[in-house]
Nanobody, 125 residues
């Protein structure tokens, strides 16, 4: 069983930066797909960025060029570097993990075996 815990959220002004971390504990498989999701009040949860065990990454169009997902290896924290933040980035951010053998859509929250409790990011204009 894998437990995930996010940290690094906070309040920043537009144009600022934050780095989120997701730390895994428990039995950690060597091949995981790790993904950041976010959810704003009244909106559906959306995939932000994902990284596979091969280090291949995919980003939502809304964050391309501003956010960077990274992880050195499955036993090290997962990061989300967020630059040039905008008020519309305000949301609860969650990390999630699933075996990398899963080849369905990375955007589907319920398809992830392991999910964190979230960290709040607030961007003011």
């Amino acid at each position: 069983q894998v437990q995930l815990m996010e940290s690094g959220g906070g309040s920043v002004q537009a144009g600022g930066s934050l780095r989120l971390s997701c730390t895994a504990s428990g039995y950690i498989p060597t091949t995981l797909r790790m993904t950041w999701f976010r959810q704003s009040p009244g909106k559906d949860r959306e995939g932000v960025a994902t990284i596979r065990s091969t280090a291949a990454t995919t980003y939502a169009d809304s964050v391309k060029g501003r956010f960077t997902i990274s992880q050195d290896n499955p036993k090290n924290p997962l990061y989300l570097q967020m630059n040039d933040l905008k008020p519309e980035d305000t949301a609860m951010y969650y990390c999630a993990a699933t075996p990398d053998s899963y080849d369905g859509s990375w955007l589907t929250w319920l398809n992830y075996n392991y999910r964190g409790q979230g960290t709040q990011v607030t961007v003011s204009s």
